[in-house]
Structure formats: C-alpha cells, structure tokens
C-alpha cells in the first residue's frame, strides 16, 4: 500500500507542475457536453425515441461524455509512460520495492481520483445547465462505474505502451483504435437504428458495454438484464487487461 | 553460517527476437558477493555486466542458472530482492519536472520514509553530493552531471544493504567523482554492500574489494582486486625518458613485445608481462646512452584488464 501511496503522491505533484492537465481531465468534458452535445440535440429536435420514451440527445449522450473521458485520461495517463522511459525513471521505478501490478494500480489511481472530480464536475453542468434528471439512487454505482472504466482502459492502453517502444508508433496505434472504438459504439448514436453489421461488432466492443452501464446509471435507459451481462462482460475486461499489463510490464526491459 | 548478500551460479541469458540469430549475453556466470564487501563487475562494452546486473536488480529474468540476493532468489522472490536493494541504473533517471527537492521526498516515499526522516535526511545527502544550492531547481533545469549527483545521491538517503551503481560517475567533474567515491567508501565501512560496474579502472581499482572480470558474457577473472592484478601474470608498468627518441630506440624495445606502448614525447610508457622483461628493457635503453630516467612498478588493473580481455579474444 506505501508503494501505491507513493505513486499517487508523485502523480500529483507531477500534475501539480502542468495545469494544462487539468484542462484535459476538467475542462474538455464539459466542452464535449456543452458545445458538441448541446449542438447535435439542437439539430436532433425533439430527440431520439428509445425504448418507448423519446430522450433528448444531451441525455443520450451524456454517458457517452464520461465513457469518453475515462478512455481520453487512460490515453493520458498511459503515454506517461514514454515520458518515464525519456526520464530514464521508467526502470528505476521498477527496482522500487512494489509488485508490478502495484506499480500498475498506483499509476491509476490518482487518475481515479480525479475522474471522480470530473464526473461530479459533468453531472453538476448535466444537471444545472442541461435540465436532464439524473438517476440519483445509482449515482454510486455510476462512480465506481467511472472509476472501473478508467482504470480498465488505463491497463489495455498499458499493454501496447509496453510492447510498443516509439512514442510516435503508440500515438498512431491508439489514434487508430481511438477512432474504430468509438465509432463502433453506442457512444456517439443508439445502435438500434445503425446497421446490423456495425450493431454486431458494437455489441462486441468494451467501450459499448462500459457506455451502455453508465447509461443506465444516468438516465436508467437500457435493459437490465443485458447492462448486467456488460458489467460482467466490462469486469472481465477489467481482469484481463490488468493480467497482460502485468505480464507485458515484467518484459518491458 | 550467515549466506553472501549475492550468490550469483551459472548465470545464464539469452535474447531471443524473431527473425533474428539468439543473442547469449551472459553465459554461465558465477560469483559471490560478502556482505559490506564493494564489488566490480568490469568488462568491455557489450560484455554482459550491465545485463548481468539487470538480472541482480529484478528488470530480467534469467534464462537459467540461480541468482540470490540476501538469500532472495529473485526470479521467484523478486518483491523481496527489491526490498533490499537500491539502484542507479545506467541511464540518468531523474523527475525532470519535479524540484530535486521533491526528487528526494518522491524516493523516500517509494522506499518507506515519513516526510520528516526525508527533511532529516536531505540535508545531509545534499551537502554530501553539493546539491544545497540546487534543491528548489527543476530537474529538467540541472546540467548532465548534476542530474546524475541527484541520482547517485536518493541511494545515500535510504538504508537499503545492497546499493547496485552501473557507471554511477559518469557525466561527474572530478570533484564529485571524489565526494561520491568517498561516499561509497564511507557507505560500505557502516556496511553496506556495494555493487559497480564501472569503465573506469582506476575507480574500480581504488574502490573494490573484490572484482570480476566479464568478457563475451563469461567471467575470465575474479577474486580480491590483487588476486586479480596478480592475474596479469606479474605484469609491471615501465616508464623510459630519454635525451631523444630515434626509430632504432623504439625498436629495441619493441622486440620485447609489452602488451602495450606509448611514445609521448621524449619518453616511452609500456607495460611488460614480468619483471625480468622490465629489467631488460631498462638495461637495453641505457646501452643507448640516451636514457636520462627511468620508473618501474607494478602494473595497474587497466594493464591486467587489457591483457586478460585481450588473450580471450585471441583463444577465442
């Protein structure tokens, strides 16, 4: 726990010397909710009908906006570790007296914690500026929904960010599964009216199944039984990305 | 009977990349460490130390062979290994854009120290390495060699009993090289066992208790650094000064084969496998009657290392 601790101290006086980070992890968010969500609702109208009721978009895509987040500060924080490798830190943190699934959780952690922040910060804006009507009995399940979901993606980027050695080769691999991942989900648009080919490959991607919980932790849209199979399919995910993060950190050397 | 603080035996590791022949870095290397002992692990570039110490320090894994640390076996007890050892890797690792303050605080922590024992501490550690007037400077704002003053210098702030150094020196001026060698020294007499590899054989030399020599992932040479001199089969160093050097002055002393020889000036340096091929030499160049001044002493581990790495390449 000391090692962990550790990390989350050093995370935070490194984010203390670079405000810009906190534009990313506060400020854009907000900007995709406010600016991109507010834009499409307008041009939308009335909004979208699903499951009988008809949903605004912003209320539609407010899920999105987190699912969004988490995958943009798992991005973040991932590329740190090139920035550590430039540093040289990089193996000497690894003769540290931690677990390499320690090194791997207090890298995250600190993100987590500022997720909680942005999430708090997104749903105020949702709720103040928006008008939607959250779900509040499930707000805690919503933030340990945030919280799994950054810290699942942070282990997936992890395993290309070891594997991978050029900064440049990671950055175009992860714009690249940026790009399919988020268009192949139901983060941007309801899958039941996309085509069957794209709702199958949808229906198989994490960020799908991580979208589709925090929807029906927001605005309760979704079949229950189904979000329950995307939570264990979402926890799953959680497992095994962090098993071959582990695996790929001890042969990063 | 207490075990060493490293048991290093048959020692293997390769490197196996697809499409490309295996790389036997280390091959069947085996050496002891006591406790509170400074230890050299020297060779040429590519030799295997700094993978060899990879493998001491956790980062690799061993393809075969066993290799313990205070008793820790660290490919099956790597936590408790870590637990023991502190380490400056090859490479400057610093925070860049942490103070070195916070450099300090940062490493305390990962290594089990309250902030107070920090502050305690630091104070210390930067007057020992002359780092007071930089402790507020970003890392990304110091010099190479400071950079590498800050690294050297978390090491001295924790107690761990094992302090690995690979080419800890390197990008140091001579007067830190000196506060660092002190520091070293003065580490190992509280206790602590020193592990370095180094390029610079004087250093080795004037720090190291015990030494190994590496070369093509083998050890050709190890023990006490005078069992190792000793290795070089009595091997002296010779200077010659002479009123003036001709072609034929060279000559005649060249048909002793030295294993090495350097004209500088009016003088000739060269070191020779034996006494008897040291007294020779004097007596050939004072025939000469141009020789003003002559010294002959024993060689140094330079000497022996270029001798001992030479003679494996030949057999090899």
């Known amino acids: 726990m000391q090692a962990v601790l550790a990390i989350v101290y050093r995370e935070y006086l490194i984010r203390l010397t670079s405000p810009l980070w906190l534009f990313f992890d506060l400020v854009v968010p907000l900007m995709y909710l406010l600016m991109f969500g507010v834009g499409l609702d307008r041009a939308i109208g009335l909004g979208i009908a699903l499951e009988g009721r008809a949903v605004s978009y912003n209320e539609f895509f407010l899920a999105g906006v987190l699912s969004m987040s988490c995958f943009g500060s798992a991005i973040n924080q991932s590329y740190g570790f090139f920035v550590d490798r430039d540093n040289g830190i990089f193996y000497e943190f690894l003769t540290y007296p931690m677990t390499r699934g320690q090194f791997l959780v207090g890298k995250i952690l600190f993100q987590c914690l500022m997720s909680i922040v942005q999430a708090a910060l997104t749903l105020s804006c949702a709720v103040w500026i928006l008008e939607i009507q959250l779900r509040w009995e499930f707000l805690l399940p919503l933030i340990a929904g945030v919280v799994i979901g950054i810290a699942a993606w942070f282990f997936f980027l992890a395993i290309f960010a070891f594997r991978i050695r050029r900064n440049d080769t990671f950055n175009t691999v992860i714009n690249v599964a940026y790009f399919v991942l988020m268009f192949v989900s139901s983060m941007f648009y309801p899958l039941d009216s996309a085509p069957a080919w794209l709702r199958t490959l949808a229906m198989g991607n994490p960020l799908t199944w991580h979208t589709d919980v925090l929807r029906y932790f927001t605005i309760g849209l979704g079949d229950p039984q189904i979000v329950l199979w995307e939570i264990i399919g979402f926890g799953l995910f959680l497992v095994a990305s962090f098993w071959v993060a582990v695996k790929s950190l001890q042969k990063a050397v | ?316």
């Open chain 2, 1 to 316: 009977m207490s075990h060493p603080a490293i048991e290093v035996k048959d020692l293997v590791k390769f490197y196996e990349k697809r499409g490309q022949p295996l790389v036997r870095a280390v091959q069947g290397v085996s050496f002891s460490v006591r406790k509170g002992e400074i230890f050299g692990l020297l060779g040429p570039n590519g030799a295997g130390k700094t993978t060899t110490l990879k493998i001491l320090t956790t980062l690799l894994l061993p393809t075969s062979g066993s290799v313990r640390v205070m008793g820790f076996d660290v490919a099956t007890h790597s936590l408790d290994v870590r637990k023991n050892i502190c380490v400056v890797v090859q490479d400057n690792a610093i925070e860049l854009y942490l103070s070195v303050r916070n450099n300090f605080r940062t490493f305390g922590r990962f290594h089990g120290l309250t902030t107070g024992e920090v502050e305690q501490r630091m104070g210390r550690i930067s007057e020992l390495f002359g780092l007071q007037e930089h402790l507020n400077a970003k890392g990304v704002d110091l010099s190479g060699g400071l950079k590498r003053r800050v690294q050297v210098a978390k090491m001295f702030l924790i107690d761990k009993p094992i302090v690995f150094l690979d080419e800890a020196t390197t990008g140091m001026d001579t007067f830190n090289k000196r506060s660092t060698i002190a520091a070293i020294k003065e580490e190992a007499r509280k206790g602590r066992t020193v592990v370095l590899t180094t390029h610079l054989l004087d250093e080795a030399e004037e720090l190291c208790d015990s030494l190994a020599i590496i070369n093509h992932g083998r050890v050709i040479a190890s023990g006490s650094t005078d069992q190792v001199k000793a290795m070089g089969l009595k091997m002296m160093y010779v200077w010659l000064d002479f009123k003036k050097i001709g072609k034929k002055t060279v000559q005649s002393i060249a048909k002793w084969k030295p294993v090495k020889l350097e004209t500088k000036g009016t003088s000739i340096e060269l070191t020779v496998r034996d006494d008897k091929a040291a007294l020779a030499i004097v007596a050939a160049a004072r025939k000469t009657g141009l020789l003003r001044n002559f010294e002959i002493v024993n060689a140094t581990l330079e000497d022996v290392f270029v001798e001992l790495v030479d003679k494996k390449q030949e057999a090899a």
